[in-house]
Structure formats: structure tokens, C-alpha cells
């Protein structure tokens, strides 16, 4: 890219407004002095091919995309990283010189830098994880683990048959079980996750005994509204780690950021602050 060009990146969805992608590339360009701007585009399902063609055009050179379009994203690309097509969605678009779309996900890798920051001692070899759903962000939660090494996944989910779809596609170490006994799972968990909407403000809450909870388990809650989740408040007094979801969010941009405007940020207490104001 020629020096004059000042990049051009943001992210997609539909709605965007609640996003904090926004404030969080626009505090890491401030604090890095980096020239560059990251813009949220509310874009309709059926206009996103349109837009994506477009955009390298106007000085684009990635984007973000979030719900309801990473699927769509990932049949759009012209290349696909291993581990989206391994997740089968896409987060983060690389738009070549030529226009070219290339296609990656980074949920993996920020739920992974996450548990890491926030509970440095975890061992992913150390026993079961338990991870409760099976949409777009199990499927990046699952495959992460598996490439970390856990001995075995538990997964259970309100929809018996999405689990099996996710047992089928990862194999012999993802064992399912029926909803109804999810709370008698955390009794084996040595990672417990929660990548379901429950408990999310304004989402019904999740209602799963959590009375077998051990203390040491870590406990994790890819949701951060509210930041402090009813799960992680009964397992916080239960003696678990816990980590809460709002990390997750930040890891996931890093690579993002790092591609598009050639400086690989940290994310730290003053990152979380500014994701959060």
C-alpha cells in the first residue's frame, strides 16, 4: 500500500450499533498513532455480497463481520483459511490489491488468548471441558480446545440434533448429552463454557443447577452483558476461575488489527476500559 493511502477497515452486521468495535480500533489507533479509520456498516443480508465487492474500491483493506453475515462471508470469499472453513464462518476479511476477498476466523484464537489471560494456570489437557451450545460460537470454542488438546468435549444444547451436527463434524472426542442433564455435567467439567444468549440482559436466564460446581474448575462466559453473568457469580463463590466474555471480543480483533494497519496491538486493563466506556 503507498504511504498516501490512509486504510480503511470496520465491520459488518445487521444491527452493528451495539457493537464495541468501533471504540475499541478507534482507541488502539489513538494510542498507537496509527493513520487509519475503522467504520461499523449496518448492512442488510441481502446487499452483502454488493458491499463487499465495493469496498477494496473505496480504499477498504478488511473488515469484520458479525452476525447475521458470517456464514454468507465465508461463500462469498475468493480463499479461506483452514480454520474458518473449520469453523464454517467467517469474522475477519482481508480485501487484496487485486479485490480479492480472503477469508479467516479469529473467535478461536481470542476464546483461547482469553482463558489464557484470564486463567493462566488452565491446562487444556486437564479433563472434560463442558461447553454449553452448539451455534457459530461453539463451533469456534470446540475447535479451538480440540487444537489445544482437551481429552474430551461435552457439549449439550437446547436442540439435541445442532449438537450432533457439531459431534459429527469434530469427531470421536466430542460426546453429547441431552439439555435436561446439564447440570449434572458440571460435575465433570474441568473447563466449563457458556456460549449460549442465557443469561444475556434482556435473554432469559440460564436456568441450570449449578450446585455441582467444583472450586478450581474454570468457568468462562462468552457473554459480556452484563460483564459479571449470573454463571460466573455462582461460580466465583463456589471457588472457580472464573473469566469473563468481554476478552474474547478484544483477542478476536488483534490479528484483524494487526493485518490492516501493521501494528499488532496489546490488550490490556486500559484496552478493556476503553472497550467498555
Not at 452486521?13 to 498507537?32: E, K, Q, V
Request: charged letters at 20%; one cysteine or more; aromatic letters at 6%.
Amino acid at each position: 500500500m503507498s504511504s498516501d493511502k490512509i486504510p480503511l477497515a470496520g465491520v459488518i452486521g445487521s444491527p452493528i450499533a451495539h457493537s464495541r468495535s468501533p471504540r475499541l480500533f478507534r482507541y488502539w489507533l489513538n494510542t498507537y498513532g496509527v493513520a487509519g479509520y475503522y467504520i461499523p456498516m449496518d448492512v442488510a443480508p441481502g446487499n452483502l455480497k454488493k458491499v463487499l465487492r465495493s469496498l477494496p474500491l473505496m480504499g477498504f483493506v478488511g473488515v469484520n463481520v458479525t452476525l447475521p453475515h458470517k456464514e454468507e462471508a465465508l461463500r462469498i470469499a475468493d480463499r479461506v483459511s483452514d480454520q474458518a472453513t473449520l469453523i464454517g464462518a467467517a469474522n475477519t476479511l482481508n480485501f487484496g490489491p487485486d479485490g480479492q476477498i480472503y477469508a479467516d476466523n479469529t473467535d478461536g484464537y481470542g476464546f483461547i488468548e482469553n482463558l489464557r489471560q484470564g486463567a493462566p494456570d488452565w491446562d487444556p489437557a486437564a479433563g472434560p471441558a463442558v461447553v454449553f451450545g452448539a451455534g457459530g460460537a461453539a463451533r469456534a470454542v470446540v475447535a479451538s480446545l480440540l487444537q489445544q488438546g482437551a481429552p474430551e468435549i461435552i457439549l449439550t444444547n437446547r436442540t439435541r440434533a445442532r449438537a450432533e451436527k457439531l459431534q459429527s463434524d469434530f469427531g470421536a472426542k466430542v460426546r453429547v448429552e441431552d439439555w435436561v442433564q446439564a447440570g449434572n455435567l458440571v460435575e465433570e467439567a474441568a473447563l466449563l463454557v457458556n456460549t449460549t444468549s442465557l443469561g444475556m440482559v434482556g435473554k432469559s436466564p440460564l436456568r441450570v443447577p449449578l450446585d455441582g460446581l467444583r472450586k478450581g474448575t474454570v468457568v468462562t462466559d462468552l457473554v459480556y452483558t452484563p460483564l459479571k453473568t449470573q454463571l460466573l457469580q455462582v461460580a466465583e463463590e463456589a471457588g472457580c476461575i472464573t473469566v469473563d466474555g468481554l476478552g474474547m471480543l478484544l483477542h478476536q480483533a488483534v490479528p484483524g488489527f494487526e493485518r490492516w494497519f501493521g501494528l499488532r496491538p496489546t490488550v490490556d486493563k486500559a484496552t478493556r476500559a476503553a472497550a467498555l466506556r
